[in-house]
């Protein structure tokens, strides 16, 4: 005969469930309260800069004018102008960027995680990596500065700036393609060796489509980022008012570039401007930021 | 087609870890061999020893030998790829690709070795879904990807993968320790039928799977905690089952030991 048992069924001398005590009521409260200011008080910087930018930048937005034309020829005090020119620059300079960046970067990941895994020259290249992926744009600039132009004695133009941004891309593509690449199961590689298909294809046939997705996620959110990148521009190249198509000759303009060099007109025109490029600036991330998550799901792995 | 292997003295090492030692047996050719032992005597490193797929691991290292009707996988010169291109291998966890279909998965080895011809790609895509009892469960979605069939359908979706490249022998990781009773039944059906065509070796945790899919098993078993795996000994299911030589042996399958 057991006693133990009978906890269970005697009556309960008292309710099993009880109110909220006060001080836990008061407890609950304060915390909502304390982590409802904290979301305001980040999310209300965010959308004054929204706000602001919008407010100010609209107006250009709304004319043909503004994407059809540059400032080529406008006075100071000139109202209207467009900002084609710099948009040419941006996309231009970034391409470029992209078109050295992306194949170098997918390369150096491939070879870390599928032939260097552990290997002395795969800790000393992500070491490299680790480093320059935090290395200060301006530095970024200098050094293609020494480097490009007074080294080897080419003037200052855009593919100067590209190869600066390719300091700061190369980093982000090689560990975007590292982390993908590492996600991809062993177990699909082995299944694919064990049909009897060589490891270069099953890296460029299961692999790479497998971790595509990510892959490119990463790349195009890292070129959104470096295009906003102005320091370098500073240092690398002249800014045009006119459209300038060649990367290798003169001075070329791209947003970031307007944006500073507009702030030095203190006329309404050059509000206008300014505004204008940055707001044009942040659309443009803005695009490319849905392109990237379009991307994504276009090359998604699919279940059904 | 189906070929027989001679497994003669084999030794296997993870970097400075001994992990198989002595391994000397032989696979018939068009019977099913199964690797019974507890866990970490070294059946799957074994296994995957005899199509080269050890030497994946870094690090990991082979001795001795293994012969395919006489011809040493493990002589110089011989590429593990074309080793594996005959010794097919099917995995404990399926491991359909992920970014292909379902005809795309089974045809996945020929098409990566560069055949083109449609017609021949669709000959073989249904031939090895009907030998891998799939085929009419998926006939009309052979479009859709390999990764939203159901766990058994996959896992005879990497058997169908395994056989399109008619390899001479196909090696099986615990295929069934993943899957529901009825999944696993259809894949032991299916074993019972492809011995007609190929070599079969399987490990396998379960030991009345062993005795109804095999011809020949293999015990193996871990002398103490540190040392290497050994292969305690072979012979025909049902005499290891009824009658074994070696007292570990029984031990093991009248359920006394770990
Ligand atoms: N990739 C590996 N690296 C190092 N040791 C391993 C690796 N795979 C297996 N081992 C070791 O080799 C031994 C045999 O493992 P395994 O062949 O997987 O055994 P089983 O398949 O019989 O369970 C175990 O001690 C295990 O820890
Ligand atoms: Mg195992």
């Excluded at chain 1, 906890?7 to 005590?21: M, N, T, V, Y």
């Excluded at chain 2, 400075?16 to 866990?39: C, E, M, N, W, Y």
């Excluded at chain 2, 007609?196 to 490990?203: A, E, G, Q, R, S």
Aim: hydrophobic share 45%; charged share 20%; with cysteine.
């Amino acid at each position: 005969m057991r006693t133990d048992t009978a906890d269970i069924e005697r009556p309960a001398s008292a309710p099993a469930f009880q109110h909220l005590g006060l001080g836990r009521r008061i407890k609950n409260h304060t915390a909502t309260v304390l982590f409802g200011l904290a979301f305001v008080v980040a999310v209300i910087p965010l959308l004054w800069v929204l706000f602001t930018l919008v407010r100010r930048g609209l107006a250009p937005m709304l004319s043909t004018e503004w994407w059809t034309h540059s400032f080529y020829g406008l006075l100071p005090n000139d109202p209207g102008g467009g900002i084609y020119h710099a948009l040419v620059g941006t996309l231009e300079q970034t391409l470029v960027c992209a078109v050295i960046a992306v194949p170098l970067g997918v390369t150096v990941g491939i070879f870390l995680i599928e032939y260097g895994r552990n290997s002395k020259l795969a800790r000393t290249t992500t070491f490299m990596v680790d480093i320059l992926s935090g290395l200060p744009s301006i530095v970024a600039g200098l050094f293609i500065y020494a480097l490009w132009i007074t080294t080897f004695g080419f003037d200052r133009s855009g593919f100067a700036v590209s190869l600066s941004l390719v300091l700061l891309m190369l980093p982000v593509v090689v560990r975007v393609t590292e982390t993908m690449l590492t996600i991809v199961p062993d177990e699909l590689r082995e299944a694919s060796y064990a049909l009897g298909v060589p490891k270069w294809k099953t890296i460029l046939k299961v692999v790479l489509p497998t971790s595509l997705s990510g892959i490119i996620t990463g790349i195009i959110l890292g070129l959104a980022r470096i295009m906003g990148e102005t320091a370098p521009l500073l240092i690398l190249v002249g800014y045009s008012r006119a459209i300038n198509f060649n990367l290798f000759d003169g001075p070329m303009a791209s947003l970031p570039l307007t944006v500073y060099t507009a702030r030095k007109t203190s006329t309404e025109a050059g509000e206008y401007r300014m505004w204008g490029a940055a707001l044009t600036l942040v659309l443009l991330i803005m695009l490319i930021n849905l392109l990237a998550t379009l991307l994504s799901k276009l090359f998604s792995v699919k279940t059904r | 087609m189906a070929k027989r292997l001679d497994i003669k003295d084999l030794n296997l090492y993870y970097n400075k870890f001994h992990a198989v030692r002595d391994v000397t047996l032989q696979v018939h050719a068009r019977s099913v061999t199964a690797f019974i032992g507890p866990s970490g005597c070294g059946k799957s490193t074994v296994l995957r020893a005899l199509n080269r797929m050890h030497e994946v691991v870094p690090g990991s290292r082979v001795e001795g030998s293994v012969l395919l009707d006489g011809e040493n996988v493990y002589a110089p010169g011989v590429d593990p790829v074309q080793v594996r291109r005959t010794i097919g291998m099917v995995f404990q966890r399926a491991n359909p690709f992920p970014t292909m279909s379902i005809r795309d998965n089974v045809v996945a080895g020929l098409k990566l070795a560069g055949v083109k011809d449609k017609k021949r790609l669709e000959e073989v895509t249904e031939r090895s879904l009907r030998g891998a009892n799939l085929w009419e469960e998926v006939k009309d979605r052979l479009n859709k990807p390999g990764g939203g069939l159901s766990g058994g359908q996959q896992q005879r979706l990497c058997i169908a993968r395994a056989i399109a490249v008619q390899p001479d022998v196909l090696l099986m990781d615990e295929p069934c320790s993943a899957l529901d009773p009825i999944s696993t039944l259809a894949i032991e059906d299916l074993i019972a039928e492809l011995k007609k065509d190929y070599t079969i070796v399987i490990v396998t945790h379960n030991m009345q799977q062993a005795a109804r899919v095999s011809d020949q098993t293999a015990f193996f078993n871990l002398p103490a905690v540190g040392e290497p795996g050994q292969l305690v000994e072979i012979g025909e299911t049902g005499k290891i089952f009824s009658n074994p030589s070696q007292k570990a042996t029984e031990d093991y399958i009248s359920g006394r030991f770990g």
